[in-house]
C-alpha cells in the first residue's frame, strides 16, 4: 500500500540533508508519495487572472515546453501568453531544483518533460473512461510513448480558496501487474513502427509501453476493481506540493481545482534500485524482455 511521506521543506531550493535525500530517494522508487505540506508555488498578483476557465480551451489543460518556450492549450491574448509562459517556466525551474536537492542520484539523467497547468475542476468533467482520472490508474499515454523511462511528477496544488485536490491511491504495481498481465496479449510484430508511421504515436511504442498502456486500460475498464480494491483517500492540501512516480503508483483524482504539474522523465539504470521499476517488474512476470 502507498505511504505518503512528509517533508517539511518551505523553499523550492532549500538544500536537503544527506538523510532526507537518501529516505526520499527509497520511498519514491518503492512506489511512496513525497508530500511537502508547506511547499507553496506563488503566484503573482497579476498572474491571479490565471485562476480561470476562460483561459482553457477544448483540451482543459495548458502545456508549456520548458525547453522550447512553447505554450498549448490556452486562450489568451498576445500579453497574457508571455505572462502565462513566464509562470509556467518558474514551476519548471522550480520543480527542476526541488528534485535537484532531494534527489542528486538522479541529477545527471533527469529528462524535464512538459509542465502542464490544469484549471479545470476535476469531478463532474466529462471524458472517455480511457481519459478518465477518477478511475484508479498508472500512468501510460496512448501518443507518448517512454520507450523504457520512468515517469517522474512534481505535483502543486494553487487553488486560490483552500480546496484541495483529493487523491485515491491504490495497491503496488507489483499486485497491479500480476493481476493483469496474465491476460495480457503481446503486441503484434511491427506495430510499434506502424504506429510511428502513421504518425499516431511521437516516437516508437515499445513492448514495455504496450504493455503499460494495456494495464492502463484494464484498471479503468474494472468497474468491480475501483471499488473493491484496496485504497486510500488523500487530500493534498491548497499551497502544498507532492512528488510520485506515476508510472508505478495506482492513482486517481477525485475533486480539485487548479493545479501545477511538471513532468520527467528517467532512464530505468539510473534507479538506486532498477528491480522496483515497472520495466523490470513486468519482464520479471512476463519472463521476457520487454524493449
Ligand atoms: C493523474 O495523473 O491521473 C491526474 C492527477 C491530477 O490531475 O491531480
Ligand atoms: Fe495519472
New binding site residues.
Given amino acids: 500500500m502507498t505511504t505518503i511521506i512528509n517533508i517539511q521543506n518551505t523553499d523550492w531550493n532549500q538544500e536537503c540533508s544527506p538523510v532526507i535525500q537518501k529516505q526520499a530517494l527509497s520511498a519514491l522508487e518503492e512506489g511512496n508519495v513525497l508530500f511537502f505540506p508547506q511547499l507553496s508555488f506563488k503566484m503573482a498578483d497579476v498572474e491571479s487572472q490565471f485562476l480561470s476557465l476562460t483561459i482553457v480551451g477544448k483540451s482543459k489543460n495548458v502545456s508549456f515546453d520548458v525547453s522550447t518556450g512553447k505554450l498549448r492549450g490556452s486562450e489568451v491574448g498576445e500579453v497574457e501568453t508571455t505572462m502565462l509562459q513566464n509562470m509556467m517556466q518558474r514551476f519548471a525551474i522550480y520543480s527542476n531544483e526541488l528534485l535537484f536537492n532531494l534527489l542528486p542520484y538522479y541529477k545527471a539523467d533527469l529528462v524535464q518533460s512538459q509542465t502542464s497547468f490544469?484549471p479545470v475542476e476535476?469531478a463532474g468533467r466529462s471524458t472517455s473512461w480511457r481519459k478518465d482520472?477518477t478511475r484508479l490508474?498508472v500512468?501510460s499515454f496512448p501518443s507518448r510513448p517512454v520507450q523504457d523511462k520512468r515517469i517522474l511528477?512534481v505535483?502543486s496544488n494553487v487553488n486560490p480558496n483552500g480546496q484541495g485536490?483529493s487523491?485515491r491511491l491504490g495497491e503496488s504495481f507489483e499486485n497491479v501487474a500480476s493481476r493483469y498481465l496474465p491476460s495480457m496479449s503481446s503486441p503484434v510484430w511491427g506495430s510499434g513502427w506502424l504506429l510511428q508511421l502513421c504518425g499516431i504515436t511521437k516516437s516508437r511504442r515499445s513492448a514495455y509501453d504496450h504493455f503499460m498502456l494495456q494495464i492502463h486500460d484494464r484498471m479503468k475498464a474494472d468497474l468491480e476493481y475501483q471499488l473493491s480494491v484496496d485504497q486510500i483517500n488523500y487530500e493534498f492540501p491548497s499551497g502544498s506540493t507532492w512528488i510520485a512516480f506515476?508510472d508505478q503508483v495506482s492513482?486517481?483524482?477525485m475533486t480539485?481545482q487548479y493545479?501545477l504539474?511538471q513532468t520527467f522523465h528517467l532512464p530505468v539504470n539510473s534507479m538506486q534500485e532498477p528491480s522496483r521499476a515497472p520495466l523490470q517488474v513486468l519482464e520479471r512476470l512476463s519472463g521476457r524482455k520487454l524493449t
Fill in positions: 490544469r476535476v482520472d490508474h500512468d511528477r505535483f485536490r487523491w506515476t492513482h486517481a483524482v480539485g493545479l504539474e
